[in-house]
T-cell receptor, first 112, second 115 residues
Framework: QKEVEQDPGPLSVPEGAIVSLNCTYS??????FMWYRQYSRKGPELLMYTYSSGNKEDGRFTAQVDKSSKYISLFIRDSQPSDSATYLCATDSGGGADGLTFGKGTHLIIQP | DSGVTQTPKHLITATGQRVTLRCSPRSGDLSVYWYQQSLDQGLQFLIQYYNGEERAKGNILERFSAQQFPDLHSELNLSSLELGDSALYFC??????????????FGNGTRLTVT
C-alpha cells in the first residue's frame, strides 16, 4: 500500500461548482498535511498547510484533515477556469528524516 | 513567485553524459530538497541538505549526487545518464531542518531530456 493515495482523475466540473479533492494516507504518525497546486510545466505551488486534525480556510479554499480515518480533503468553492490544474496532497514523514511524501495528484478541469 | 530559482529551465543531452542542475533557495531558507517528477512515479524525494550538510536521502541513484554551498545554493549532479532519467527535477526550500515543520516552496524545475 502506498503511503499517500490520490485519485488521478481527471475530474471535470462546471464553473462555479464546489470541488472536493481527497487523499488517504497509511501512516498514523503523519502530523503535517499540505495541498499544492501545479500548473502544466510549473513547480508545485503551496495552497494550504495544516497541522493535525481540523479545518483550515483561506479564501475559496478549505483544507480538512480527519486523522481518525486518515483522510485529507481540499474543497474549492466557486470554482474558476483558472483553478484547472493538478492538485497534490503531501504529508511529512511522521518524525522520520525523509522529505515530504506526495500523492500522485488529481488533474482538475473547470469547464467555463 | 516562490522565490526559489532553478537553472537551466531545459536541458537536452545524450546518454552517458553528465549534467549539473542548480538551485538558489528562498532568502533565509536553510533547507534545500531535490525531487524528481515523472509521469508514472509522481514527485519522488531524492535528497535534502540543511545549512550545508546532507540531512536526508530518498530514492537517489548512486549516479546522482548533490551538494549545498556556503551561500546555500545547491547543485544536483547527474552522471552516466540513461533514457529513464528524463524527467522534471525540482528544487524546494524551507526554513527548518525537518520536512513538514515549515512548508516547502518549489522552484519551476529543470526539464531534462536524455536522448
Amino acid at each position: 500500500q502506498k503511503e499517500v493515495e490520490q485519485d488521478p482523475g481527471p475530474l471535470s466540473v462546471p464553473e462555479g461548482a464546489i470541488v472536493s479533492l481527497n487523499c488517504t494516507y497509511s501512516n498514523s504518525a503523519f502530523q503535517y498535511f499540505m495541498w499544492y497546486r501545479q500548473y502544466s510545466r510549473k513547480g508545485p505551488e503551496l495552497l494550504m498547510y495544516t497541522y493535525s486534525s481540523g479545518n483550515k480556510e483561506d479564501g475559496r479554499f478549505t483544507a480538512q484533515v480527519d486523522k481518525s480515518s486518515k483522510y485529507i480533503s481540499l474543497f474549492i468553492r466557486d470554482s474558476q477556469p483558472s483553478d484547472s490544474a493538478t492538485y497534490l496532497c503531501a504529508t511529512d514523514s511522521g518524525g522520520g528524516a525523509d522529505g515530504l511524501t506526495f500523492g500522485k495528484g488529481t488533474h482538475l478541469i473547470i469547464q467555463p | 513567485d516562490s522565490g526559489v530559482t532553478q537553472t537551466p529551465k531545459h536541458l537536452i543531452t545524450a546518454t552517458g553524459q553528465r549534467v549539473t542542475l542548480r538551485c538558489s533557495p528562498r532568502s533565509g531558507d536553510l533547507s534545500v530538497y531535490w525531487y524528481q517528477q515523472s509521469l508514472d512515479q509522481g514527485l519522488q524525494f531524492l535528497i535534502q541538505y540543511y545549512n550545508g550538510e546532507e540531512r536526508a536521502k530518498g530514492n537517489i541513484l548512486e549516479r546522482f549526487s548533490a551538494q549545498q554551498f556556503p551561500d546555500l545554493h545547491s547543485e544536483l549532479n547527474l552522471s552516466s545518464l540513461e533514457l529513464g532519467d528524463s524527467a522534471l527535477y525540482f528544487c524546494a526550500s524551507s526554513a527548518t531542518p525537518r520536512a513538514g515543520d515549515s512548508p516547502l516552496h518549489f522552484g519551476n524545475g529543470t526539464r531534462l531530456t536524455v536522448t
